[in-house]
């Protein structure tokens, strides 16, 4: 028996129910409110479409008149990846400090003051948290977006997280499935490959998706990684076999399934971003997340007009995406219901596990408490006095961090010490005469002054530890702190872990330099 096709109108409108694309400046362009009155649900916000909380409400005010139900999501983790505060730095430390600290009720508080914070801007969708188990130590794009390499205490974490974030009435978006934590390849840029057996997968890396699901997480995120003990063929955004058969079927998720951004290069120079959405709603996945670099009208057109095509041809079924946009309305109607029942931050919303209330009252302090929390100090000297010299060991940014968020302790040190003088060093190089010559154009700059060295995963760049061990013998008075991953072993006269780079973290390490608190 042949299936009649929908009207043209239908078909299209399940279409842009399925996209979440975002767009350019700090208003909505004409485009995008005429697209949501044609059927269009969602919109994603980045750092370049927010300039205060109070644009960012009027904003999300201007969507609303178009459509009262519209998705608003954002890709604010908290820590390094920010998009409220991507002028400054986060006033919350990332994933990775709150795992340092491991105190399910903090983690839950933090996210429940940063999911009222959204709230009262409008949001209601939120890309995090990240669910991965930091397991390589190479990785280059999750890091301290984990809460760290330990499955058990990852599970806790990300359980409280999502229950913290729900309850002040945005919706979580666990990330990314099934794991993103052992890959040594970023995937904006190339295709990573997982190779690990059945056992490892279920055991380490699915056990805090598993938790995530348990608490009620209202989304869910795609990974795109190739895992051939799961499927060899398809990466897992477009895996029926991990989407389908794992996620929904195995695991039991019945809420919203997004994929990572389709114009990150592991999908779009393998398979294209029109090829690669139609694959991914086939394969089970419920919303395209696009708009990160392509955000204009053309790209939402190409990809609705892409699924309307596959739908016709007999590619991609009907009925699938029809499914795929009644979850995106149904998620619509929960935040509609969550905004009506109560103001954001009450202490009980629906989609929130029972019995999961903090024991921490959030605050506007809440993200400098548990920063403070998170640092670890080895060794010892008397707090300085006199303005330093702050080295910033510079990397370069993974695309979902940015460059354009500053991190260090250099402003909060210069807060604190006036006077206080900075340098960035960065290099490619392997080579100890790189590392020397770094190192000497340091030294100088600093002159008699006590120098602050800051890194950041400084075990995964050679010129940067080497450039390191040159400064600490010459001067091994330096302070160290370190902002990524802890790879490496404490160096230093002072050595401060802050297992994060947001702006509070470094405000937690410039009052350990200091020994001075305000």
């Keep these: 028996m042949t299936t009649l096709v929908s009207t043209t109108d239908t078909l299209t ?24 009155g044609e059927g269009l649900s969602s919109v994603g916000l980045f750092g370049r479409n927010i300039a205060s909380p109070e644009q960012l409400a009027a904003l999300t005010e201007r969507l609303r008149a178009e459509r009262d139900d519209v998705l608003v999501a954002i ?13 400054n730095g986060s006033s919350f430390p990332g994933n990775y400090a709150l795992g ?3 105190d399910v009720d903090l983690t839950r508080a933090v996210a429940r003051e940063l999911g009222r914070r959204l709230a009262e801007c409008g949001v209601n969708l939120n890309w995090a948290p990240s669910a991965d188990v930091n397991s390589n130590q190479d990785n280059p794009v999750i890091g301290v977006r984990s809460f760290g390499a330990d499955t058990a205490l990852v599970a806790r974490h990300t359980a409280a997280y999502v229950e913290g974030l729900q309850s002040a009435g945005v919706a979580a978006c666990t990330k990314h499935f099934p794991g ?8 904006h840029h190339a295709m990573p490959r997982i190779d690990v057996d059945l056992d490892t997968v279920h055991a380490r890396d699915l056990l805090p998706f598993r938790a995530a699901i348990a608490a009620g997480s209202k989304s869910v995120m795609s990974a795109h990684i190739l895992l051939p003990a799961l499927d060899p063929d398809r990466p897992a955004t477009l895996s029926p076999q991990i989407l389908t058969g794992l996620l929904r079927e195995e695991l039991g998720f019945r809420g919203l399934i997004v994929t990572d951004g389709m114009e990150m290069r592991a999908i779009a120079s ?11 709603i086939a394969a089970g996945a419920d919303a395209i997340c696009v708009g990160g670099g392509l955000a204009d009208e053309e790209t939402v057109l190409r990809l609705r007009d892409a699924l309307v095509a596959a739908v016709r041809n007999g590619e991609l079924p009907e009925e699938r995406l029809a499914d795929a946009a009644a979850r995106v309305r149904g998620l619509a109607d929960w935040t509609l219901r969550v905004r009506g029942a109560s103001e954001p931050g009450a202490d009980s919303q629906e989609g929130t596990a029972p ?37 910033a060991f510079t990397p370069v940014a993974n695309i979902a961090v940015g460059d354009e968020t500053p991190w260090g302790v250099a402003a909060e040190l210069g807060r604190l010490l006036p006077g206080t003088e900075t340098g960035s060093y960065s290099g490619a190089g392997t080579a100890g005469t790189d590392a020397a010559a770094l190192a ?20 995964r760049h050679r010129w940067m530890s080497d450039a390191l061990d040159a400064v600490l013998a010459a001067r091994p008075d330096t302070v160290v702190v370190e902002m990524g991953v802890n790879g490496a072993e404490p160096r230093g006269a002072l050595h401060i872990a802050t297992h994060g780079a947001a702006r509070v973290c470094g405000r937690a390490a410039a009052e350990v330099i200091t020994g001075r608190r305000e």
Excluded at 13 to 25: E, H, I, N, W
Excluded at 180 to 187: C, I, L, R
Excluded at 270 to 280: H, K, Q
Aim: no cysteine.
């Design 270 to 280: 393998t398979y294209g971003i029109e090829r690669g959405s139609v694959l991914a």
């Design 100 to 102: 340092a600290v491991d």
């Design 13 to 36: 409108r399940d279409a842009l129910a399925v996209l979440q694309p975002g767009f350019l400046g700090t208003t909505a362009p004409d485009w995008l409110l005429r697209r949501l």
């Design 180 to 187: 993103h934590g052992d890959t040594s390849v970023d995937s």
């Design 355 to 391: 019995g999961t209330a903090s024991t921490i009252a959030p605050d506007t302090g809440i993200g400098l408490v548990a920063a403070r929390r998170a640092v670890r100090v080895t060794g010892s000297a008397e707090p300085l006095t006199e303005a330093p010299y702050v080295a």
């Design 75 to 87: 890709d604010e983790e908290g820590g390094d990846v920010t998009r409220l505060e991507v002028r």
């Design 440 to 459: 000497g154009e340091l030294l100088a700059a600093a002159g008699d002054r006590t120098i602050v060295a800051v890194v950041r995963d400084a075990h």
